[in-house]
């Protein structure tokens, strides 16, 4: 991939997408605004990738080849504007409060979430291959669609951080138990879609570097699956944490940890989290092995925020980190923006 810069929109939960997961005019505006203003690379509010599971409502869906065409109006667009855009692919399970009553929500244990209070069904062998098949299929109708790589979502408390997480993975079978066994869901399906799309499309992932929370994923479990990722052909690792839901006053939360992590691989690491201020994010960059930056938030209150940076004004973002944007409807922009 070239990028015209190392500023990465982080995939952000637009609420815009029709009820089947289609594309809307509104959702396109979204990243013509994003894409004409100067950010490098765009990845995509999430995308559920099995029909019946869609863990939060006017999420984008890549579960059916009738997403290919209905997406490249969006990839032509983006790429107008000498931008790339990756689209965020992800299984919810537990983590979610959206139409929980009609479906079944598979889990890689049967234990209660305790955000949602919801118990999953404990998925079997065979549902997990035929969950793997469905994020091999749908990174290929990604790359069919014009999308510039994909990125599988482990982060966050969704199913794939789930696995790796001993709270929720109480698993005594070859996907439960060491690290080893609960990354192996990620493993196989990293391997599944490089053999579906081949090796020139390129496979991101977003990661926790600790769940933050007792008896969740720790860091030391987290080097060790970036590592191997890294071994098995993972293209890039954006370094996140638990709690999304949580305000913090520092900037580059999950810095400490993804300066060790780039240290110790040798494909990019994209840091996520609090980043707001330019003179901040040079020192990183410069100092680090750390390759990429990426922002959610501070483009919801500042679309435009790449090019007031670029005309000179490099004050921080106008983001506060208030969170107001969870609770607004068609994530635009944030309350506050002008």
């Known amino acids: 991939m070239n990028l015209k810069n190392r500023i990465i929109r982080s995939a952000t939960w637009e609420q815009l997408a029709d009820e089947d997961g289609m594309p809307t005019k509104e959702l396109l505006n979204i990243y013509e605004d994003l894409s004409s203003k100067d950010v490098g690379t765009i990845i995509t509010g999430?995308?559920?990738?099995?029909?019946?599971?869609?863990?939060?409502?006017?999420?984008?869906?890549?579960?059916?080849?009738?997403?290919i065409e209905a997406y490249k109006p969006l990839t032509e667009l983006v790429h107008k504007?000498?931008?790339?855009?990756?689209?965020?692919?992800?299984?919810?399970?537990?983590?979610?409060?959206?139409?929980?009553?009609?479906r079944t929500i598979w889990g890689p244990s049967e234990v209660e979430n305790p955000s949602s209070k919801?118990?999953?069904?404990?998925?079997?062998?065979?549902?997990?291959?035929?969950?793997?098949?469905?994020?091999?299929?749908?990174?290929?109708?990604a790359k069919?669609?014009?999308?510039?790589?994909?990125?599988l979502h482990g982060a966050h408390g969704y199913l794939y951080s789930q696995f790796l997480s001993p709270f929720f993975n109480k698993r005594e079978d070859e996907y439960g138990g060491s690290i080893e066994n609960r990354a192996r869901i990620i493993f196989e399906t990293l391997e599944a879609i490089k053999d579906k799309v081949g090796e020139d499309f390129p496979v991101f992932i977003k990661i926790n570097?600790?769940?933050?929370?007792?008896?969740?994923?720790?860091?030391?479990?987290?080097?060790?699956?970036?590592?191997?990722?890294?071994?098995?052909?993972?293209?890039?690792?954006?370094?996140?944490?638990g709690g999304v839901d949580k305000t913090r006053d520092s900037e580059?939360?999950?810095?400490?940890?993804?300066?060790?992590?780039?240290?110790?691989?040798?494909?990019?690491?994209?840091?996520?989290?609090?980043?707001?201020?330019?003179?901040?994010?040079?020192?990183?960059?410069n100092n680090t092995k750390i390759s990429y930056l990426s922002m959610s938030k501070p483009f919801l209150r500042?679309?435009?925020?790449?090019?007031?940076?670029?005309?000179?004004?490099?004050?921080?973002?106008?983001?506060?980190?208030?969170?107001q944007c969870f609770k607004t409807e068609g994530h635009r922009y944030c309350i506050f923006a002008k």
């Open 46 to 67: 999430y995308a559920y990738v099995v029909k019946d599971e869609q863990p939060n409502p006017g999420m984008m869906g890549i579960y059916d080849d009738k997403f």
């Open 118 to 141: 919801i118990t999953p069904k404990e998925i079997s062998k065979n549902e997990i291959k035929l969950l793997i098949n469905a994020f091999a299929d749908s990174s290929l109708r």
């Open 302 to 323: 500042e679309y435009d925020l790449v090019s007031r940076w670029k005309s000179g004004n490099l004050e921080k973002s106008k983001c506060i980190t208030c969170n």
């Open 209 to 241: 570097s600790r769940d933050y929370f007792e008896g969740g994923l720790d860091y030391e479990d987290c080097l060790w699956v970036c590592k191997e990722l890294s071994l098995l052909g993972i293209d890039g690792i954006e370094i996140s944490g």
């Open 81 to 102: 504007n000498n931008c790339n855009i990756i689209m965020q692919i992800v299984y919810g399970g537990s983590s979610t409060r959206f139409n929980t009553k009609s």
């Open 252 to 285: 580059a939360y999950y810095l400490k940890e993804a300066i060790e992590i780039a240290k110790s691989i040798s494909v990019p690491v994209i840091l996520v989290g609090g980043n707001r201020t330019p003179s901040d994010m040079e020192k990183i960059l």
């Open 144 to 151: 069919k669609s014009g999308f510039d790589g994909v990125q």
